[in-house]
């Protein structure tokens, strides 16, 4: 009997060791709302232990991915950029490989969307358009394309601040957006990298949102927006179910929300928020379309019917879902992203470093803790500031800034 036991009991105290995974972008959920429990309420005034400081990671923007004791990142290092992995519990790296050439402008180089897990393999794109499969355990790559790539059939155009979104793996399929002539969005075959389809009918250039996978009116489909549309396509054979224009203006950045056949969007640049109905014919109905929430790329969390993000001018904001009217607002933390877990809103000051644990409710801002990251690079261009969102996994706070990697013991 005990020979029996013992293997179960193992096995079952190693899938609880990775229940607080985060293997993509904005989670499992593809949300920003992390399920894990058991963190720090409040923090000390000195801010949660520091585990491990790594900075081998080149520069870039990528935030981190964890699955089964790893941690996924993206940073340029040694002229290409590259695809790091590190373990979870040091810091140290255990593999690299690279991506393709350094991608440069004046707010700061290197790569900017996260890595994505999916079983055995992580998938990973570089600014570039450099798109690579790899063995999570040792970094074999199994394939490569590039989203630019005439001859692979994508032949997309990066833009202006580089592809920045984190590709989607639904399925067999790996989802991307290459954008252009061909077809806004890309299905390729997540074994060997081979197009299965594009969204002829949607043509859009990229821009930096990440795709989103729904099922609505019983029907798979991804949602991705671009500066002029907000689409959903079918995961079938990327034929577009139905569409909405978006008056986006400079970049639109972040990834939409979806709940059940409503989805919500935000962007900056004065642009505003909108939340749409889809009806059961594919029709679309707009709910609301205002100012209240101008997200420029901190992200929007929705957690209770309520959502929570930076909004340009307003400052720190609680916005009801259904009815798009502003709950609360503050002033109390400069400009940045937000992450959420057990009732707590993880706050990043882009400009000054300054980390706050606040409130996630309706009541107002309330703060729990803050601290300054420390030290900060000197490698990070005079325009940029420290954009990479928070994570939270398996009871550790993960905080990038350029090539600084940071570990924080948030576990109560």
Known sequence: MKNIILPVLLFALGQAAFAGDWPRWRGANHDDVSTETGLLQNWPSAGPEKLWLSEDIGIGYSTPSIAKGRLFILGTKDGKEHLFAKDTNTGKTQWAIPLNGVFSNNWGDGPRGAATVDGDRVYALGAKGGLVCANAADGKILWTVDLVDVAAHLGGTAPYWGYSESVLVDGDLVICTPGGSEGTLAALDKDTGEVKWRSGDWKDGAQYSSPVPATINGRRQIVQLTQKTL????????????????????????????????????????????????GRDDSVREDYSNRNMKNHHGGVLLKDGHLYGYSDGRGWTCQNLKTGEVVWDSKKLGKGCVFYADNRLYCMDEGSGTVVLASADTKGWKEHGRFKLEPQTELRKPAGRIWTHPVVANGVLYLRDQELLFAFDVKK
Not at 256 to 263: A, D, S, V
């Open 231 to 278: 689409a959903g396509v079918s995961a079938l054979n990327g034929k577009v179910l139905w569409k909405n224009a978006w008056p986006g203006r400079t970049a639109v950045i972040p990834t939409p929300i979806i709940q059940g056949n409503q989805i919500y969007i935000s962007s900056g640049y004065g642009v505003g928020c909108r939340k749409i109905t889809l």
